[in-house]
């Protein structure tokens, strides 16, 4: 009655996904795929759409070749050149159950042509998933992030055709 017996969901609040990767590149070659403010941001070598929002220089729309009808927006929560970086990532209309997204990239140089790279993503899901429901998101979730630091590492040491290459793959 008073909802005392009600289930709670075993987790409460975001998620978190962390993964750590050596890249054979410099930290400013890393860094400058994942700025979302860089001409030579990963997504925009992809072909991918990415504009900055008039009047917010921390925002950007990115709209995917593959979902031509949904934009993700990116905010730049923290940026520190060539180490590390934040991004928030709403998307529009919602897909699934993910509601929030909150993507940090650390870069630590190691000499002149290498970095280790941690990529930790805070994921936050709607609200009164089942933990079947929940399960899935985490599974599904955990694999994007994966693919996303692998993506990551194919295109800093081999470029954006091997990176369309390995999507290919994917998708066949």
């Known amino acids: 009655m008073f909802g005392f017996n009600r289930k709670k969901p075993a987790i409460e609040g975001p998620i978190e996904f962390?993964?750590?990767a050596e890249i054979g590149r410099p930290a400013s070659e890393v860094y400058r795929l994942i700025d979302v403010a860089d001409p030579g941001f990963r997504q925009v070598l992809l072909g991918?759409?990415?504009?900055p929002?008039?009047?917010d220089d921390n925002c950007f729309d990115m709209v995917l070749?593959?979902?031509p009808d949904v934009t993700f927006h990116l905010r730049v929560v923290e940026a520190v050149r060539n180490r590390r970086l934040q991004l928030e990532c709403t998307i529009s209309p919602t897909v699934g159950n993910l509601r929030k997204s909150v993507e940090?990239?650390?870069i630590e140089p190691r000499g002149d042509d290498a970095c280790h790279i941690t990529l930790v993503t805070e994921a936050t899901f709607s609200d009164g998933l089942s933990d079947g429901e929940l399960a899935e998101e985490i599974a599904m979730m955990s694999a994007a992030v994966h693919n996303d630091l692998i993506k990551l590492a194919i295109?800093?040491?081999d470029g954006t055709d091997a990176v369309l290459r390995f999507e290919e793959e994917q998708w066949s």
């Open 65 to 67: 070749n593959e979902m």
């Open 48 to 51: 991918h759409s990415v504009a």
């Open 155 to 157: 295109h800093a040491e």
């Open 18 to 20: 962390s993964l750590e």
């Open 104 to 106: 940090t990239h650390i």
């Open 53 to 55: 929002v008039v009047g």
